[in-house]
């Protein structure tokens, strides 16, 4: 089986995610939602999608990604939410989705990792991340050979209050998602090195003046603030007080960098 798996990560954990997935399947191939491939995309049998839950939904980007390829029935698809602790009812946005698109989404699973919403915090501390790593890449190498064999299941999904009390909450965010940079804001200690700039997937910081300017379509992957080498930039009053946050794997060549093709097995 020919695989391609697309993935969005602001800080590496879909990253991951996504390349412990093509190592088990082997004969895959791994791009950035942001590099269609037509022509791989074509080519492949299966196509898998990997990225964070956002404010309890499908990014935008990932919706965005779904609008610019074209979907094909006769492919078998499979889906991976990588997220805090709270996928709510992401995976199920995402069949009902693809469903429209004439695509059956038959795996969805959710992958709980390090939270990297700094807004509201740090990552916490070094065992209870290493306890996540370790859950994860457990259930990463259960599932996957069900992909292989091209299974069915229903969407994995977070409790019914999660699903009802967030899945409001991510209608009412969704619209401000773009603008929320507005927060965004450098401290004196930036030296200007424009890393910030460059692993925006979106293009949303321009520099001027040798300082990130945001420009409001901005997607939230916080891949800007985690990544910044001197922790210049800040989000609203308290994350000067927070600890950064990437997985300790995932490198920012890698996430600079645009495709990566795993070994055929
Ligand atoms: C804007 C934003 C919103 C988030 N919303 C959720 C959420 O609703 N539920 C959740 O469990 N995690 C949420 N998270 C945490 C991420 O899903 C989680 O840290 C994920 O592993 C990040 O993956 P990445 O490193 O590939 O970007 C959010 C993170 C960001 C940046
Ligand atoms: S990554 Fe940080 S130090 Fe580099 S230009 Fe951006 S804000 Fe300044
Ligand atoms: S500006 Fe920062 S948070 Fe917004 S999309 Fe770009 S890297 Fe992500």
Redesign the pocket.
Known sequence: MKTIIYY????????W?ARLVASNLGNTTLHPMSLIHKDALNQADAIGLV???????VPHHVLNFLDAIDMDSSKYYFAFA???????RTLIQLQKRMANSGARLSLGYDI??????IPWGGPGPADKLEKLYLAARDKINKVTPRIALQQSASMEKGPLWQRIL?TACYAMTYRL?PKMDKDFWVDDTCNSCTICEKVCPVENIVMKSGKPEWLHKCE????CIQWCPKESIQFGKKTPAYERY??PEVTLKDIVGTTQTQEDK
């Open positions: 969005y990560t602001g800080t590496g954990n879909s990253l995610t990225f964070p839950v956002h404010m309890w939904g990588v997220n805090g602790g709270q996928v709510s709980v990792m390090p939270s990297n919403y967030f998602i939230q992957c916080l891949a990437h997985h």
